[in-house]
């Protein structure tokens, strides 16, 4: 019983457009039951993010942070392909362009457009939403590939929805002495997606 008067005066408080008292966890509460969080008049809970999955089912690999975390920062020196993948993935679909270029070879510079370029190919879309594939890693004459199915959908600056599907490969100069750390570290060397 004390648990419904308890619900009755928070349901009055919201109905009166007060912020309702965050109840302490006791031993009244209903065994089995969350607590939940309590939501200031006006404001909706967020909501979860779902995690993005491969056409095939399998999950994509997680976003490695936000705008504010990928911003003005190097692509990832890591020795996995899709660690790379996700960096560049998380900066496009943040709009953070500058990013996603860098994570091409020569610091952008294979992706055969300039920072202005490259960013206005992009721009066009007000949501990017990207998937990848199952991707395959060989490699040939000192260097490893890994190349993966992308496909990217979202919503153009007038509100049509758009689908982009292509291919991304990614490249690395495998162990050899006298090789740069650019050399080194997974890059995107090639892509059929046409923004």
């Known amino acids: 019983m ?3 008067f308890a619900a009755l005066a ?3 408080l919201v109905a009166c457009n007060q912020a309702a008292p965050v109840p302490e ?3 009244t509460a209903e065994p089995g039951l969350a607590t939940p969080t309590p939501v200031a008049a006006g404001d909706t809970a967020p909501s979860p993010t779902p995690s993005p999955a491969a056409s095939d089912g399998t999950p994509a690999p997680a976003n490695t942070g936000t705008l504010a975390s990928t911003a ?4 990832p020196e890591s020795r996995d392909p899709q660690v790379v993948l996700a960096w560049w993935r998380n900066a ?3 709009h953070d362009y500058a990013t996603a270029r860098r994570v091409w070879g020569q610091n952008g510079t294979t ?3 300039t920072p202005q370029a490259f960013a206005a190919a992009w721009d066009k879309y007000r949501i990017i939403d990207i998937t990848t594939g199952k991707g395959d890693q060989e490699g040939a004459a000192g260097s490893s590939y890994y190349e993966v199915p992308v496909t990217v959908t979202g ?3 007038d509100g049509k929805p758009y689908n982009l599907a292509g291919k991304v490969t990614l490249r690395r100069v495998n162990d050899i002495e006298g090789a740069t750390p650019e050399q080194l570290r997974w890059h995107i060397e090639s ?3 046409k923004p």
């Not at 003005?72 to 692509?75: I, R, S, T």
């Open 72 to 75: 003005g920062k190097a692509p």
């Open 111 to 113: 992706s055969g457009q």
């Open 10 to 12: 928070t349901l009055a």
């Open 2 to 4: 004390k648990n419904h």
């Open 155 to 157: 919503l153009r600056r």
């Open 25 to 27: 966890a006791s031993a």
């Open 92 to 94: 496009l679909e943040t």
């Open 191 to 193: 892509s059929t997606l």
